[in-house]
T-cell receptor, first 111, second 112 residues
Framework: QQKVQQSPESLIVPEGGMASLNCTSSDRNVDYFWWYRQHSGKSPKMLMSIFSNGEKEEGRFTVHLNKASLHTSLHIRDSQPSDSALYLCAASKNSGTYQRFGTGTKLQVVP | EAAVTQSPRNKVAVTGGKVTLSCNQTNNHNNMYWYRQDTGHGLRLIHYSYGAGSTEKGDIPDGYKASRPSQENFSLILELATPSQTSVYFC???????????FGPGTRLTVL
């Protein structure tokens, strides 16, 4: 059973629109969350991380974390075709230990 | 930028054969990881290491062995390859100082 659940499995948004991706850990022994982006045929690259309750913004990307429910979300505003990729959520107990990944959300931004 | 390399990039093996996938990192990271990626399963952790000489089992270690002979190198060994091990394998490195994982380019393994 996947311990990190992501939804939706796939998402299509228009260029300039807002994309919202969700991730929840069923393992309560985690404190750190990451979002990775993986373009087709490439390796995953970290996009953002969040370790504290609340919100963190970097440019067009915003992540939220609710530690009580172990739920994190990634929001991409003004989505661009170059944002089309597989978005992977990962969780771990602390910053230096192994991360467990979800199955990902495939985002497609259409012109 | 952190550098992780993998070899080979592509490999075709026969069922029952031995396969060794190699990973090298020049970032002086303590931790290294092996994942496989299959459609519908995301990235699944096979083995990991917190330093030279140590290896730990991940979530799906059956059929795989790992070796960490030095800080820089981490190998994944399939002693008796099976078609179910056909996948894309990613190596990654990281530690407390960087608080993220850096991935290699991946190895596409096909077992016939």
């Amino acid at each position: 059973q996947q311990k990190v659940q992501q939804s939706p499995e796939s998402l299509i948004v228009p260029e300039g629109g807002m994309a919202s991706l969700n991730c929840t850990s069923s393992d309560r022994n985690v404190d750190y969350f990451w979002w990775y982006r993986q373009h087709s045929g490439k390796s995953p690259k970290m996009l953002m991380s969040i370790f504290s309750n609340g919100e963190k913004e970097e440019g067009r990307f915003t992540v939220h974390l609710n530690k009580a429910s172990l739920h994190t979300s990634l929001h991409i505003r003004d989505s661009q075709p170059s944002d089309s990729a597989l978005y992977l959520c990962a969780a771990s107990k602390n910053s230096g230990t192994y991360q467990r990944f979800g199955t990902g959300t495939k985002l497609q931004v259409v012109p | 930028e952190a550098a992780v390399t993998q070899s080979p990039r592509n490999k075709v093996a026969v069922t029952g054969g031995k396969v060794t996938l190699s990973c090298n990192q020049t970032n002086n990271h303590n931790n290294m990881y092996w994942y496989r990626q299959d459609t519908g399963h995301g990235l699944r952790l096979i083995h990991y290491s917190y330093g030279a000489g140590s290896t730990e089992k991940g979530d799906i270690p059956d059929g795989y062995k790992a070796s960490r002979p030095s800080q820089e190198n981490f190998s994944l060994i399939l002693e008796l390859a099976t078609p179910s091990q056909t996948s894309v394998y990613f190596c990654a490195s990281g530690d407390d100082r960087v608080a993220e994982q850096f991935f290699g380019p991946g190895t596409r393994l096909t077992v016939l």
